[in-house]
């Protein structure tokens, strides 16, 4: 059997946590004052820990695949998803272990990198052509079916900054396509655009592997990943939770992963960033009549109740609560924030709850995240990322008041009329 | 068309592991890469002017205006020697090396910070970034020199065959330029406080470079110290190679041909140094 396309072995990266946190002057001088002291620290050869400032983004990640494969990489936001994907696209270096490539890579990694807005959708095309790799004959030789792809015609000698964002993205997403690589990486980038073109596009990259490509395959989307991937495998905190196998394992083991996600997660690492001496120490969804939810309801009442323990010998004061709601690429939906609530009330000192309540929770049936945020006088003093990561289920809105596709992420209660006698 | 299980040996082998060749620049890719370079160099020049009124009508106009506020300041009212040619003219063939000089050592010293996305999300050589945004200046050298050639012929200054020395000492200038100006593209990556202290740099170096005044007005005692800073021969090169009026700046030359090289050297060490962490600090 021959050798592997891709074979990497004990993958692994280790960041800085850089201090972002305290007053306007510190957090811009935070990298060179801290570089200095490191320096320092490494010249009077004084023990210098690490470990304290590191953490791990991926470690030990070993996997192979082969011509054909469509290997899909599951995991929550912050998994170290992103950090495999740019370690296998040479973005960014290892701190260890390594891997080896044959063939041209080439990457969907965001659409639109390499696209200038001055420039024309034609000049647009060779540029960011030549950036993933494309030489200008190539280019020259696959034009008309770039542009044909995309469906920009008309458009092609406008500057990209009066395009549609839409329409940006499909020109990008198609010169992408073209790239014809032995390996693709693609990350969460099939979320654009409208469905058909969606659907071209899953259609072009399963061309990719029916024509011997391998094809590395980020997504939160589940039902994309068991629809195109050959097997999976799932990373949990940088580290390798089920091993490249069968699709439907994979998925059952990162729902069932997720399904515990109504436990408070409190794992340290970059989930957790706890600065000070107030804590989350509990956290529950609850309907109306009080009964803890496993699932969300778009449209059905709910309440977020947050405990907290603190080191203090006073009662609480200015602090502020937030659940930050999200999809599940991670952009902010809502923050609800207990700011102008209680910003100004104290909190009783050893311990608490906090509790906020939704009249009609407004979000779409669809998957969802959401994390949480303590902050006193501006400062976040600790922060659990994807505390609940689950489903809003469809149910307490009449089917009329959603829009038949499940656009968009929010529900606005409104109401329509006909006015007749104008 | 399926593809059959084809020999490794025949495909393009990448190996992803912690950099340990640290001094090295990798020639065989930068290769491969070099349509990338020359788009980007293309791309800078066409975004130069977008949406100007004059457009690229500004590459002939800003050196004259230069050149006719040195003629007004140092020829006219300070009187400066200007070796024998009229005073703009002079200063015209010293803006000449200086400007490409100047404008590639700024725009490839800020070059990086202004591609954030590309080095966040995509591979390729780094260095084609800064070395694209110096090279985008050749076309403002080009323009120039074709007018300074048609000002010698308003001037019958007659063409000799000095001329072909501009090549070589142009590459010099652009070994001088790219040297410092790589290196300021990488340390831009990790403090930005290097954008602001780049113009400071630019602006001190040309009071101390004969541009509008001649190098013979330093002491010959101070001229070892003076010739230190390479851009005395490059600029004295270009008025021997226009005019021939002064002397083959020999001494001042080698100089400029092994501090421009050391230059280089060193800033080759310092980006590639700084290279491994760029996606991770920016």
């Known amino acids: 059997m021959a050798e592997p396309i891709i074979s990497a072995e004990n993958l692994s990266k280790r960041y800085r946590i850089h201090q972002t946190t305290g007053p306007g002057w510190h957090r811009n001088q935070r990298v060179l004052v801290e570089d200095i002291t490191r320096i320092a620290n490494q010249l009077r050869r004084r023990d210098y820990s690490e470990k304290r400032v590191t953490f791990w983004a991926l470690k030990d990640v070993s996997f192979d695949a082969r011509e054909g494969d469509v290997v899909g990489i599951i995991g929550r936001n912050g998994a170290g998803k992103s950090t495999l994907l740019k370690l296998l696209g040479r973005v960014t270096e290892p701190t260890s272990g390594r891997a080896i490539i044959y063939g041209r890579v080439g990457a969907l990694l965001e659409v639109g990198t390499g696209f200038h807005s001055e420039l024309t959708g034609r000049e647009n095309v060779f540029v960011s052509g030549a950036i993933i790799g494309m030489s200008r004959a190539e280019i020259k030789s696959k034009f008309d079916e770039i542009v044909a792809f995309s469906g920009v015609e008309k458009f ?96 059952s083991y990162y729902l069932s992963d997720v399904e515990q996600g109504q436990k408070i997660r409190m794992e340290e690492g970059r989930q957790r960033m706890t600065s000070g001496n107030i804590k989350i120490s509990g956290f529950n969804i609850q309907g109306s009549d009080g009964v803890i939810l496993e699932t969300l309801t778009s449209g059905l009442p709910v309440t977020f109740q947050i405990e907290y323990q603190a080191e203090h010998s006073k009662p609480i004061k200015d602090i502020c609560f937030s659940i930050l709601i999200k999809t599940f690429k991670g952009d902010v939906i809502a923050n609800l924030n207990s700011q102008a609530a209680l910003g100004s009330h104290k909190l009783p000192r050893d311990h608490g709850q906090v509790t906020c309540t939704v009249g009609k929770f407004p979000i779409m049936p669809g998957n969802i995240s959401i994390s949480l945020l303590i902050e006193q006088m501006g400062q976040v003093v600790d922060k659990i990322d994807d505390v609940f990561i689950g489903n809003v289920d469809a149910g307490g809105h009449s089917e009329n008041e959603m829009s038949r596709e499940h656009e968009g992420w929010v529900l606005i209660e409104h109401g329509w009329s006909v006015n007749s006698d104008g | 068309m399926t593809m059959t299980i084809t020999d490794r040996k025949q495909m393009h082998r990448t190996v992803i592991e912690p950099a340990n060749n640290w001094l090295g620049i990798n020639l065989k890719e930068l290769w491969e890469y070099r349509e990338l370079f020359w788009i980007l160099a293309l791309r800078e020049i066409q975004l130069r002017y977008r949406q100007t009124i004059l457009g690229v009508t500004w590459v002939v106009i800003q050196p004259l205006i230069t050149t006719v506020l040195f003629t007004l300041i140092f020829g006219q009212l300070l009187n400066a020697p200007s070796e024998n040619v009229s005073y703009s003219l002079f200063a015209f063939a010293g803006l000449l090396p200086w400007n490409i000089f100047s404008q590639s050592l700024q725009r490839a010293g800020v070059s990086l910070t202004r591609e954030i996305r590309l080095i966040t999300k995509i591979f390729f050589p780094r260095i084609i970034i800064p070395m694209a945004s110096a090279a985008s200046t050749l076309i403002d050298f080009l323009v120039s020199l074709v007018i300074m050639i048609i000002l010698l012929y308003f001037f019958n200054i007659p063409i000799s065959t000095h001329i072909f020395a501009i090549p070589i000492l142009l590459c010099i200038n652009l070994m001088l330029s790219i040297g410092v100006g790589i290196a300021f593209a990488a340390l831009n990556v990790y403090y930005r406080d290097f954008t602001y202290v780049l113009p400071f740099v630019i602006q001190v170096w040309m009071y101390a470079s004969p541009l509008a005044y001649s190098s013979k007005l330093i002491p010959p005692t101070w001229s070892w110290i003076y010739d230190l800073n390479p851009m005395v021969g490059v600029i004295d090169g270009f008025r021997w190679a226009l005019f021939g009026t002064i002397d083959f700046p020999v001494h001042s030359l080698l100089y400029s041909l092994a501090i421009g090289t050391l230059v280089l050297l060193v800033g080759l060490v310092i980006f590639r140094r700084l290279e491994r962490s760029f996606a991770d600090v920016i």
């Open chain 1, 156 to 251: 092609l000698d406008t500057p990209v900054k009066r395009f549609s964002s839409g329409m940006e993205v499909r020109l990008a997403f198609s010169v992408a396509v073209h790239l014809n690589p032995q390996v693709l990486l693609v990350d969460e980038v099939l979320s654009v655009g409208d469905a058909s073109f969606q659907q071209k596009s899953l259609q072009k990259i399963k061309d990719v592997s029916e024509n011997g490509g391998t094809i590395i395959f980020i997504s939160h989307n589940m039902t994309t990943v068991s629809s195109i991937c050959t097997q999976a495998l799932v990373l949990e905190h940088g580290k390798v939770a089920f091993p490249l196998g069968r699709v439907s394992e994979a998925i």
